[in-house]
Every structure is written in C-alpha cells, then in structure tokens.
C-alpha cells in the first residue's frame, strides 16, 4: 500500500472514530443556525451609506499643523467608531419616539449594523425591522443621525484649535503679527472659523435607506450553511482530538508502544466483566485465549511453562486474561496452575467464587503446605489431553491480608514455590500488580519463562506503555507479548493461523501432552467447575 492511501485510510479511520464530535458540533451549528433563521425569518434588511470624505485630521494635515502624514486606515476605522457609537442610537431613538416608537437606544442599537465597506471611505448602515418600511426608515435616520453628530464633533474640535491658533497670535509680539508668522497664523484662524461654523461637509448620506422587496436571508441556505460549517468544524476538532489524545487504539500502537508482538485480541465482553466461567464465554472470546494459549505453546522453539502477567496500570483486564488464559490452557488438556502473586489487591477468590484462605501468603509465612493452599477447579466437560486423561486447574489465591507482602515475594520460599509449581505443571500462570506501581513481582522476573503485558485498548496511554516498556528491558525481562483487550476480535486472525499450523505440525509429529502426573494434590475442598 502506498504512504498516501495509508494516510487516507488512516483520517478515515480518525473521522470515523472521532464521529461523535464531528455528529455533536455539527448538531449544534446546525441548531444555532436554525434558530437564527426562525428568528429572523420575518424580518427585512435595508442599507444607508455614509461618505466620509474629509475629516479634521486630514485638513489640520494639510495646514500643516499636524506631523507626519494621516494614517487613512485609522480614520476610516475613526468613522466606524463614530457612526456605531451609542450617540448616535440614543438619538435616533429620540426621533423614532417623536414619531410615535417606543423604542430605545438599546433598541436601536440591537437593530443596526455598521460596517466599513472596503477599499473606501463609505459606510454602510444596515438596519433591519419586521416591517420593510421601517427598515428602510431606521437606517435613514439613523445615517443622518450619525453624519450629524459626527458634524457637530468636528465643529467641537475646530473651535478648540480655533482658540489655541487665537492665543498664539495674540501672544506674538505687534512687530510679528504682521511679519509671515503672524500672517500664516491669520490663514489658519480663518480656515478653522470657517470649519467651527459649518464644519467640513463630511459625512454626508449619499444613500438613504431603501425599502426591501424581500425578507432577509434563506432559511434553507441558513441552515445547511450552519451544518456545512460543523461539520467541517468538528472535523477539524475531530483531527486535533485526536493529534493530543496519546490513548493506544489500535493492535500497531500496542505493538510499536510496548516494542512486543501482540499474541491476541481480546474483544470487549459482558461476559467477561461478570465473570463468567470459561465453558460460558462467547466463542470469539474462548477463542481469542485459545490463541493466547497455542501462542505461547506453539509460537516458540520451546513451550513456555511459567508466565507472568502484569500491566501499566491498574484495570487493564489481567487478573481476568490471567483466569482465562489458564482455563483455555485446562480446558485443552494441560496441568495448570494460576497463582494469585497480588497480595495488595486479591481479587481472584471474590470474581471466581472461591475460598478467601488459605492462600499464598499461608504458604509463604509456613502456616500451611503448597497443597494445602492449592483449591482444585474442574475442565469443561469433555476436555482431555491426548491421551485422554483430563486435567485440572489448580488455583492458589492471596489469602489472608499479608503485613509485609514485598519481604514475602522476595523470599526464598517463593521461589520453591514456583519450582514445585512448574515441576508438577505444563505451564503456570501468575497474576501480579502493575509493575510501574508495585515493586514486589520484580523479583520473580529471572524464575519466569517471560511476560505478558496486558494493555487495554481506547484506555492504556502511550506513556504509561513506554514506562512499563523501559523498565522490563532495564530489567532484562522477556518480554513474550502482550494481549490487547478490548479491541477487535478481526486484530488477531494472523496470530491465530500460525497457532493452528502450529498444532496441526505438532500433531502430526506425534508430539503428545509433555506434562508429568501431578505430585502435589489439593486441600480435600469440592473441586469447582471450570
């Protein structure tokens, strides 16, 4: 595939993800346009147009008692300020009540618009009114309004520059009054006279409002613009959500984030977080730990017989991989034996309904013997080893609350306890707190065959993965594989077919269940079903 349709698949693959914000703010730029054009879709838009032509500034420029040059583009903004000031609705509103509206400046203002038309000295007054002629009306008046008032403040201003030029000729001495000085100060007192009495004649209305012959705006148009716009707006939010969100989504991420192959994908299931036995499970469940199963059997040059299982956080689903990876191990004729290494927070006795103690910390502190500790679950009806023989599950859970569980897994006694265990087993799995967070399964990382990192997909975080990643290769641990759960079950078909080949060439061979009958027999409880 070439980078660019990898590219294109992949924004498809966000926008689809992603679907509920582009859905989300496309719903609510949708509304707010609809409800913009219910409420205006009675109303009629009518335009009066303003030329400012000369200003003060400009003149005082040219007279020369101004520096520098006029910046055209701050008075054209001038203008614009002028014209939209509150003046200028508070005054309109006084003629509109004359005329029998009970209106106020508020009002006026709410119903206007003022704007800079480009590239010119004109400005536009747009008012708008349920009543065509009174839309027409509001912007004449209010033009008028405005050219008046922006008259009345440049006659304002003449007449203070007026008095300034006044006080500086009466200043200058008789001699200089009548020199060049004095004369040019002569020019620009008349000029300024001139400008207080009459002002510059800017702005003035060049345009009054005429009346519409059609209601403003579509509300078709109206509104497919106001959804054209969220989508293209969630679209854009989708793609920033998703460039800031560092969650591992899909089977490459785990695998690039965590540098380890993915043996299967778990998919998301009910039955799994009730618990469930493993003969109840949906059959792409069973299957998905099926694979993990055959994966570690089968996938390497020697069966792995012990395997830890940890994750980066807590709630990433490895107590119940760890349950089930077991069962499917049982279920197809092994002697397997899970270990409950999590003495902070058990778990296994509550979701699996089985004795609270004794447990593994009885048999580290010396109260009770392995077998004793040991609780007996039974295969699923009809599962048997090659030869015919069925196996059983044996579980050792955490027992009773231990004072010091770090110094416990530390022990020596641990590590008897994982030989006697892979002696009289084909494979032992042992569920253990988030490495990152709990430092007491460090330890057993050199008596294990490997790892396996659990991660849950759309939840575990790129570096929680790179965390847990770092440390197990500072650690020199080997690292098997990890399980994704919570993803597709399509994810892990590839994995799941070398399995099977796997099998079939095993089978062929004659190689036949490599495990030793069971030395170390159970407490005498009623074993459960599996």
Known sequence: MEPATREHVSLLGVLRRRAWIIVLVTLLAGGAAAAFAFATRNTYDSTAKLLFRQSLGT????LGLLPGNADFDNLALDNVEVASSRRVADATAVRLRALGEDVTGKDVADDVTVALAKNTDVVDISAKDTDREDAARLATLYAEEAAKIANRDEQEQATRVLDNLDRQYNELPLVEQTGPRGRKLQEHIQRMRTIADVGVGSPRVIQEGVVPTSRAGNPVETILLGV?????LGGGLALVREQSDRKLRRTEQVT???DAPVLTTVPRSRALKRHKPFADLPPQIAEAFRMLQM???FARDEPVRSV?????????GK???AWNLAAAAASGGLSVALVEADLRRPSLADRYDLEQAPGLAEALQGEVSISAAMQTILPIQGSANPVGHPRQLHVIVAGSPAPNPWALMQSSVMVRVLDVLRKDHDIVVIDTPPLPHVADAISLLRHVDGVLVTASVNSTR???ASRLRDQLQGLDANVLGVVANGGSALSGYAAYARATAA???AASNGDGHAGTPMAVRGSGDPPRTL
């Not at 003149?59 to 040219?62: G, M, Q, V």
């Not at 830890?308 to 990433?316: D, F, M």
């Open 308 to 316: 830890l299982v940890t994750s980066a956080r807590t709630g990433e």
């Open 462 to 464: 790129g570096p929680e």
């Open 59 to 62: 003149e005082l420029n040219a």
């Open 295 to 297: 994966n570690l059997r």
């Open 228 to 232: 054209l716009f969220g989508v293209l």
């Open 503 to 505: 099998t079939t060439t």
């Open 256 to 258: 690039a984030a965590f």
């Open 319 to 321: 107590t119940t991989v």
